[in-house]
């Protein structure tokens, strides 16, 4: 799926609600891009994959002398990592691969493999320490990527079919309408669920305030 899409399909809701018909298809559609931004705001990620050829490129402050935290990118093909030793706004120097390694390691995750990478290691400093300077104001990585994930985890497709059939079940209820807060987390968090399914998949808690 690319980015931006839906993290189940219009036939897999249509499936589990028992409808054959074509009449509920926007409302479906819907409920089902709903539940899916709900998700990247409880997650604090997202899950689809920008597609071959579609690397490009995002910067990033170092989390510390060592390490930067990115979004998620499934391979080291096409990846390049550059710096911006001067605070230009440029990233001229480019980072050997032999001078970071890509974590989690072999892309597994509490046990589970299939993981994309999300943490940039180096092996020694991003930076000469004389020109590291904490109070720099400029962003300093630049990390170029196919960014998401190689699939959809199994878990995620259910949390949002749970959540996009809840959403399309409450026009029928007394009050006919049903929301989301500013994070679009409100319906995940109320639903023990899907928020038991999504729960490991959060990047930082925080995200969910």
Do not use: H
Not at 46 to 59: H, K, L, T, V, W
Not at 92 to 114: K, R
Not at 189 to 198: C, H, T, V
């Amino acid at each position: 799926m690319a980015l931006g899409d839906s993290y189940a399909t219009l036939a897999q809701l249509k499936a589990r609600l028992g409808i054959t018909d074509s009449g509920d298809d926007t409302p479906l559609t819907n409920a089902l891009a709903a539940a899916s931004r709900a998700i990247e705001g409880f997650c604090g990620r997202q899950f689809n994959d920008a597609g071959p050829g579609n690397e490009s490129a995002r910067i990033y402050y170092p989390d510390s002398l060592t390490e930067v935290v990115v979004e998620d990118f499934q391979s080291s093909a096409g990846l390049v990592v550059a710096a911006d030793y001067s605070n230009a706004g440029t990233y001229p120097t480019v980072i050997a691969s032999s001078n970071y390694q890509l974590e989690p390691l072999n892309g597994i995750f509490d046990g589970t493999p299939g993981w994309p990478y999300y943490r940039i290691r180096a092996i020694q400093t991003w930076y000469p320490l004389p020109l590291w300077s904490i109070g720099d104001p400029r962003t300093s990585i630049q990390v170029t990527a196919r960014w998401g994930w190689a699939a959809v985890p199994p878990p995620v497709v259910e949390a949002c079919l749970i959540i996009a059939e809840e959403l399309f079940k409450v026009k029928d209820s007394v009050f006919g309408v049903a929301g989301f807060d500013s994070n679009g987390a409100v319906r995940v968090r109320d639903n023990p669920k899907a928020g038991s399914l999504l729960m490991r998949y959060q990047r930082k808690p925080i995200l969910m305030a």
